[in-house]
């Protein structure tokens, strides 16, 4: 077995994680640093300043005749990221979370000794404590002159080669920590995202929405058409389901009279991996009882303008090699029409079966026969329109049968109250008039139930709660939500949903080094 392997070499003295020359003799350096009585790894350090605070105080230093000031002291830490002694001196730069310092020391100022130790035990990627008075050098960069260095964390680890930095984008995405050690702009991107997490949450709570939490373990998979992950609940004995979405408890609190509510938090979909999936993903859902879904897109509208304000970014915003231009009120366009004037699908053959998969098998477009009506109309969609909708734009007036938790018309009952708003050629938001009926609710519901009966793994589930609870009445209420992990992508320009999740999903790595045999 592989934990009696483990046993085994744990008492022959073998270390399993760090095993190479430069990590031996990285954890050589921490107990000679034991030996002269200076704990590698020490607590209650104390520091006064950040490096950007350091900076802001001394920054008229530079333009004063003595370009020093030994009155003044600060204690600063940070990591070593570049280090080069000098005889009898050194230079070094230090990073925190905010930005890199310069920092000089010498054999006079912190004792010969130990200068001496500095020089042979620590090294790019220490954590050290250093205080000492600002100065300019002559080459006009304000720094930090030591009179005492403390090391703070002995790093066994050594950084990647600073020339080369760290390139390989599968390890970046594994070794998260190490990425944002490496890369300034990855940390930026996890600021921004806090930003803006922190912007649509002051925003709900403005406009007198109430933030809620509703449960991530549900006794019914439902709330969206997705393919769930299923977990067991040992002390009750039952199934759990990891939610695909929080919607039907957010509007169990409309009925139970939260007029207006949001919940920002993580949704589960046990499906494929690309740029823009992850199977742990988070979203904000709102409801917002006595509006409608043409009040959720103005809100929506009002929402990015803000963001836009708040992060200071263009009207006429960059992402990748396109620009979306927001200055204008967002496009809004029928399902049916997008299909026929954006993905110039013919109109007389939307209303058949037979004609659609004719009309993709021509195009050399595999089609299974199955396929429902409604899931043709949705291929048709993502093979023809949703690629070319790079400027915000409202999809509106969805199939009734691909939206079985949204309102009828009254004009065509075969057309749902219902948008999606793309930018940049993907989903943003999802919203719609919500289907308050108990028994319409519970024929779709039904419906749902034949299409998983007949191989459709996504399709919703029977709640009778939920059906149940709308028996004792939803007000007219909206629903929206709207994909946080996308929304960041797009301000932040990135192009794929790694780079805007601190820890994305990764395919385990086959792992040979532990030989399983003993």
Known sequence: MVYVSIVKKIKKGKNLVFTNQYEQQRIQKSKDLRNLGKNPYRHNIKRDSSTIEYLKNYEYLKNQENKRDENKTNTVAGRIKFL????????????????????????????????????????????????????????????????DLQLATKSITPLPEKFHGLQDIELRYRKRYLDMIMNQDVKNTFKTRSKIVSTIRHFFEDKNFLEVETPMMHPIAGGANAKPFITH??????????????????????????????????????????????????????????????????????LFLLLLKTLSLPTILEFGDIKIDFREPFRKISFRDALCKIGNVPDNILDSKEEIIEYLTKQDIEVEKNLTLGKLYEKLFDLFVEEKLINPTYIIDYPIEISPLARRSEENPNIAERFELFIAG???????????DPLDQYERFLKQIEAKNAGDEEACEMDEDYV??????????????????RLVMLLTNQKSIRDVILFPAMKPINNNQTDTKE
């Open 233 to 302: 609940h040992n002390a009750l004995g039952v199934e759990r389901f990891l939610r695909i979405a929080p919607e039907l408890y957010l509007k169990r609190l409309v009925v139970g009279g939260f007029e207006s509510v949001f919940e920002i938090n993580r949704n589960f979909r046990n499906e494929g991996m690309d740029l823009t999936h992850n199977p742990e993903f988070t979203m904000i859902e709102f409801y917002w009882a006595y509006h409608n879904y043409h009040d959720l897109m103005n809100l929506t509208e009002e």
């Open 468 to 485: 149940q609870a709308l028996g004792y009445g939803l007000p007219p209420t909206a629903g929206e939500g709207l994909g946080i992990d």
């Open 426 to 436: 993907r989903e943003v938001a999802n919203g719609f008039n919500e289907l308050n």
């Open 84 to 147: 080069r002694h000098m005889g009898k001196a050194a230079f070094a730069k230090i990073e925190d979370e905010f930005g890199i310092l310069q920092i000089y020391f010498s054999r006079d100022e912190i004792g010969a000794d130990w200068f001496k130790e500095v020089k042979k035990l620590i090294e790019v990627g220490d954590i050290i404590c250093v205080t000492g008075f600002p100065f300019v050098t002559k080459t006009g960069e304000l720094s930090l002159h030591v009179k």
